[in-house]
């Protein structure tokens, strides 16, 4: 059997593609056309030449040795548009996956690899086919090395060959270099003769063979200002001959038998093809991967009626199913055990009444891979089973690789990865009213297929977390954390009730007095929580200028109300009512439906994977919202209280930790310089934007220079602090350039970091968090300039997410360390909040703020601020 050897220009046909192809998007922003066109390519050259051998070749660089005879070589090539320049790593990726080599050679270019390659082929009996668009190659040329020139679209080529070049040029293919020297190349800024154009160049070779014997033979050539361009430029035209041969000897490291082709795994290309969506191409793999499944769907399974030996073994997928409506009531209602024994269901009653089952899961040494770790430690903590060992959580590695992607469910993870093992929750249990467990056969088999979804998932996971740079934030950021929240949810924050009722109270009466008032002003009682009849109030009777209308009538919003308040005494009225209300009910009334009737205490649940920031949020109830710019917003948290007699409220916060953040991401000299001196920073700001001493800062431009600052961490544009400050959008704007002027480092962060959105699809943190951002691309401004600002937030936000987390781990492992009875309580934003015996206070202020300010190492020093008192009220 004859070998076949196919070689590809990388860089050409993915440039080709890129051209030919619509610019296209998959759903985390990434462009897709130059991939899409390669894989059209490659698919089919696999299918018409079925090679044995196949290499795809890449220029390693910018500079080769072709730079020193030529330094302006290629030079006038303009540069790689960001959109192609971001899809060659999934190129490569495509190629890894089809099991088709790939080399790249430093100081050489793809021509001089295939070059050499060609040759040692063709001289070992190989059938050689070059796969390019650059003309260049056609000088390889032989009557066993055919190379094929892509036209129009992906798919249409020429096929050079001696003979085919003899038709086309009149000429050999050893000629083409000859033909170069003499006319030049545009494309690679080869200068050639000047004025000698391809008619010309193929009409002296084809007289004189040769350009050296072109050069020997001036004198014979017709035409004397064609003389004198041959004259003047001989030593151009030699170095032009020169920079256009391909070196056919260069020194590669990778041999003929290394690029053999064995063909692909389906398995392999399905999840890079969902990545990429391209669903198309998936829809024709179905026939390939359809077997698979199929053999996938059939399981086995042993319904336990005890606790075994043989499923409690050394490391095993453990599946904690928990109804999540009843989650602080630990509704646990079955679990799956998968290990390499067998595949096993368990009922509640069965595991949580064994102690061998209580034993292994409290036995730490044995691994077990979850879904949800924290939910399923939480759960079970409820149920006074204290899981250890937890070594991979899929949800937790799922939302690290894509922030974005929202997962319902295990087979929504699953499926995302080609994995058609568990049918959805949704399926089985139903949803809203109709939700409900099914019959126990059926329960068994769902969890069951949930478990060994989750053991397929985990190798691919752990290797994508690993590709990503992500495995030290999973396993010692994330994955640690698990068990942290979960503490602090079992242990919850005591309430007390009656201050909470006393508060709903006082607030009942601030709301009648505030209601008072505001029919005062109107001159006449009517429904302030109506749209309708306060527009009628306002806007008819008492004449304020009626600035946005709705499909209702016109706006009653509080962004209109706030624009109209120094035009009447009711509206600052009606927005202090609407903000009294919704401390009634959101915080008083919410607050006192969710204290657990058997602890007297809130049990708030933290989401560890919602944000795309990384930022913890908190539900049922949330804390992070309790609105403390009112005082009576603040004094909410008087009914936050110890656990225990004689123990008090301990709260820390880190101080301006994101503009700290940004001093290090961004490495401004005067940010940093600011921070490692302790000064007021937004003092510093004021006197850098305006350019004044110490003492001549204003408080007028204090409050700018704070309104700019922390603006700036969140990507603000003129208009948003022009709405902050109260002046002119143009004033605004003039404030910001000279704030930027004045922090040179934070300006270059910012395009560096929009930039690297474009090019990558994604932003990332200190600690290699990843957020997709699709919509840097849309043709849409506001759209556009939303993904702008999220690009140059995210690093922030989500580092300095990174760093309290980092520090909720170390504070927990310390306080267990120095034999502390302190406990952690909460988490809110960018402050840790702990419950503590009078006596250990003195230690904790001395190891919280050491704890925390050392969590990450940043190149500006990290503050803490801390307190104490009886409350969490007073801890501030």
């Avoid at 040329?141 to 190379?147: H, N, P, V």
């Avoid at 055990?337 to 368990?346: A, E, S, T």
């Avoid at 921070?675 to 003492?695: G, P, S, W, Y």
Wanted: aromatic share 8%; hydrophobic share 35%; with cysteine.
């Amino acid at each position: 059997m004859t070998k076949k050897l196919v070689l590809i220009d990388g860089n050409s046909i993915a440039y080709r593609a890129f051209f030919a192809l619509p610019l296209l998007n998959n759903d985390k922003g990434v462009h897709t056309n130059a991939i899409y066109g390669f894989t059209m390519i490659l698919k089919k050259i696999l299918e018409d030449e079925k090679p044995t051998h196949l290499l795809v070749a890449f220029d390693a660089g910018k500079t080769t040795f072709r730079h020193k005879t030529f330094s302006e070589y290629k030079g006038g090539r303009q540069k790689t548009p960001p959109e192609l320049s971001e899809q060659f790593p999934f190129i490569r990726e495509l190629l890894d996956t089809y099991g088709v080599s790939r080399y790249e050679l430093e100081n050489y270019e793809a021509d001089d690899i295939i070059g050499t390659l060609s040759q040692k082929a063709e001289r070992d009996g190989y059938e050689v086919k070059v796969i390019t668009g650059d003309k260049d190659l056609t000088q390889l040329a032989t009557d066993k090395i055919t190379i094929d020139i892509t036209k129009k679209g992906i798919t249409d080529v020429d096929s050079y060959t001696p003979a085919f070049i003899e038709k086309k040029y009149g000429l050999t293919p050893s000629q083409i270099v000859d033909m170069k020297g003499l006319m030049g190349d545009s494309s690679d800024n080869i200068p050639g003769v000047p004025g000698v154009g391809e008619k010309t160049a193929i009409k002296l070779l084809k007289e004189f063979t040769t350009l050296e014997n072109v050069l020997k033979s001036i004198d014979q050539v017709s035409g004397n200002k064609l003389k004198e361009k041959l004259e003047e430029n001989k030593q151009q035209a030699l170095m032009s001959k020169e920079l256009a041969t391909i070196d056919c000897d260069a020194p590669l490291e990778i041999t003929l038998d290394e690029v053999l082709y064995e063909g692909y795994d389906v398995n392999k290309i399905v999840p890079l093809y969902k990545e990429l969506g391209f669903n198309s191409l998936l829809d024709k793999l179905a026939d390939e991967i359809e077997v698979e499944e199929e053999e996938v769907e059939d399981i086995s399974f042993i319904v336990a009626e005890s606790v075994t030996d043989e499923m409690l073994s050394d490391e095993a997928v453990l599946l904690v199913e928990v109804m999540e409506e009843s989650y602080h009531n630990a509704d646990i209602i079955g679990f799956s055990i998968i290990n390499q024994q067998g595949h096993y269901y368990l009922s509640t009653e069965i595991a949580l009444q064994s102690d061998k089952f209580k034993v292994w899961a409290e036995d730490e040494s044995k691994k077990k891979t979850v879904y949800d770790g924290k939910k399923s430690i939480a759960s079970l903590r409820w149920k006074e089973v204290y899981l250890e060992g937890v070594v991979f959580d899929v949800l937790m590695a799922a939302y690290l690789l894509n922030p974005s992607e929202t997962y319902s469910d295990i087979a929504s993870i699953a499926k995302s990865s080609n994995i058609h093992i568990a049918k959805t929750d949704e399926a089985i249990y139903g949803k809203g009213a109709k939700r409900a467990v099914p019959n126990k056969d059926e329960l068994a088999e769902h969890l069951v297929r949930k478990g060994l979804a989750l053991s397929h998932l985990k190798e691919k996971l752990e290797q994508d977390l690993e590709k990503n740079d992500q495995s030290d934030l999973f396993y010692q950021l994330e994955l640690p954390l698990t068990i942290v929240l979960a503490d602090m949810e079992a242990t919850g924050v005591k309430v007390d009730v009656n201050r909470l009722k006393e508060m709903g109270k006082e607030l009942a009466e601030h709301l009648a007095r505030h209601e008072q008032n505001i029919h005062m002003h109107a001159g006449e009682s009517f429904n302030i929580n109506s749209p309708k009849q306060l527009a009628t109030i306002l806007f008819e009777k008492l004449g304020l200028p009626a600035l946005k209308k709705t499909k209702t009538g016109f706006s009653t919003s509080a962004e209109v109300l706030e624009k109209l308040a120094e035009k009447h005494e009711i509206v600052q009225e009606i927005l202090h009512y609407r903000q009294l209300g919704k401390l009634q009910s959101t915080y008083i009334e919410g607050l006192l439906k969710v204290v657990h009737k058997d602890t007297d205490k809130i049990h708030t649940r933290y989401n560890q994977t919602l944000t795309q920031t990384g930022r913890l949020s908190s539900t049922d109830p949330n804390l992070q919202n309790i609105p403390i710019r009112l005082e009576e917003g603040r004094k909410i948290r008087q009914a936050f209280v110890a656990s225990k007699k004689d123990w008090v409220i301990f709260a820390a916060d880190y101080s301006q930790i994101e503009l700290r953040v940004l001093a290090h991401i961004a490495n401004d000299e005067n940010l940093v310089e600011a921070f490692r001196q302790d000064l007021d920073i937004h003092t510093k700001t004021a006197m850098d934007v305006f350019h004044v001493n110490k003492e001549e800062v204003t408080s007028d431009m204090r409050r700018q220079a704070k309104a700019v600052n922390f603006g700036i961490v969140y990507g603000i544009s003129d208009y948003g602090l022009s709405q902050n400050l109260g002046i002119t959008r143009k004033e605004a704007g003039q404030f910001i350039t000279r704030y930027l002027e004045s922090f040179k480092g934070v300006q270059d962060y910012m395009g560096e970091s929009v930039q690297e959105a474009r090019d990558k699809g994604y932003v990332k943190t200190l600690l290699h968090r990843r957020r997709y951002i699709p919509e840097i691309t849309s043709r849409n401004f506001n759209v556009r300039s939303f993904a702008e600002r999220t690009a140059m937030n995210t690093p922030i936000q989500g580092s300095a997410a990174d760093i309290i987390k980092k520090a909720m781990i170390d504070m927990a492992e310390r306080l267990e360390a120095d034999n502390l009875q302190t406990k952690m309580l909460l988490q809110v934003h960018d402050e840790l909040i702990f419950e503590a015996p009078k006596e250990e206070i003195e230690i904790l202020e001395k190891i919280v703020p050491e704890v925390m300010e050392n969590a990450v190492k940043l190149n500006v020093p990290l503050k803490v601020d801390y307190a104490y008192g009886t409350s969490w009220y007073e801890a501030k």
